[in-house]
């Protein structure tokens, strides 16, 4: 046995379906364990063998739950799985392949489709803005940093970091890539190696909201976790009036950019105007973020 699965949950209406996804994998044989996490779910009458459900007794953030799980996991790779998340088929078999060539961590990738995207538009516009990096249509590689909607990372590595933040709700995969990389462990992504991603946020404000907590949550994690004086923040702190003003042409300034740096985009053309609605929210986040720290 080689996986154990580690998903934090907080009464995901897709949870079965992720726990049915990983038992038809096609490489099943790998998987030692599934382990929920957190709230909402109360395992079926004739469940898996190798299910494990942990209540909390009150909510607790992913990264919480995560840390909870892989406490009690004992395979060689843990792969942490949002509850929202549903496993292509080959998953496992891509990842301990990949695993096999000496990557100790591996962050998978996020399926686009167009029937998709049309039908549920503002979800489409929020993986591309919140996941751009992992989208499918990218080629696999190293990366800066992973996101932890599927991440498979090497047990005795993820423990050796000290696992995930525990306070915070945005942005502890940044942080924790932050802290892998400081100990010299290569990321690496495999887009290729995808989920379906079928979160609930499917309007415009559901999509600007969520934005702007990314914002605001990289600001923070940045300046209280990974560079407190790092020179970016600083500067805007002397000018964040003008984040307010004119942050919807640094984000039309940014999805042009993302349209030419990903050519493969160019087939979701239809999507622009809410990569700019999203990205116009996620500036508002940080600057809201930025003045709050100058104010401190």
């Not at 004992?74 to 549903?86: E, G, V």
Request: aromatic share 10%; glycine share 6%.
């Amino acid at each position: 046995m080689s996986f154990a699965v580690v998903i934090p949950n907080l009464h995901s209406p897709l949870i079965e379906q992720v726990i049915m996804a990983l038992e038809r994998q096609t490489a099943a044989h790998l998987l030692d364990a599934i382990i929920v996490v957190g709230q909402g779910y109360t395992a079926s009458y004739n469940p898996p063998p190798h299910l494990q459900v942990v209540t909390t007794p009150t909510p607790v953030s992913p990264g919480a739950a995560r840390n909870i799980g892989a406490r009690s996991a004992q395979s060689k790779y843990i792969l942490f799985l949002d509850a929202d998340c549903i496993p292509a088929a080959t998953l496992l078999e891509q990842l301990w392949a990949v695993h096999q060539q000496g990557y100790a961590v591996i962050g998978c990738g996020i399926w686009l489709e167009h029937t998709q995207t049309r039908r549920a538009y503002w979800r489409a516009c929020d993986n591309v803005l919140a996941f751009t990096a992992a989208l499918a249509i990218q080629q696999a590689g190293h990366r800066h940093a992973l996101t932890s909607h599927a991440l498979s990372i090497q047990r005795t590595v993820f423990r050796s970091v000290g696992g995930f933040l525990e306070q915070e709700y945005i942005g502890e995969d940044l942080e924790l890539s932050h802290r892998l990389r400081q100990s010299g462990v290569q990321l690496y992504c495999l887009p290729a190696t995808y989920v379906e991603h079928q979160h609930q946020r499917t309007t415009a404000q559901s999509v600007w909201l969520h934005l702007r907590s990314f914002g605001r949550g990289h600001v923070h994690i940045i300046r209280h976790y990974i560079a407190p004086r790092q020179l970016q923040i600083r500067t805007m702190e002397q000018m964040v009036f003008l984040l307010h003003a004119w942050g919807w042409l640094l984000a039309l300034r940014d999805v042009s950019a993302l349209y030419l740096r990903v050519n493969r985009l160019w087939q979701w053309w239809y999507l622009a105007p809410g990569l700019l609605w999203g990205k116009m929210g996620w500036y508002w986040g940080y600057a809201e973020a930025v003045a709050l720290g100058r104010s401190e």
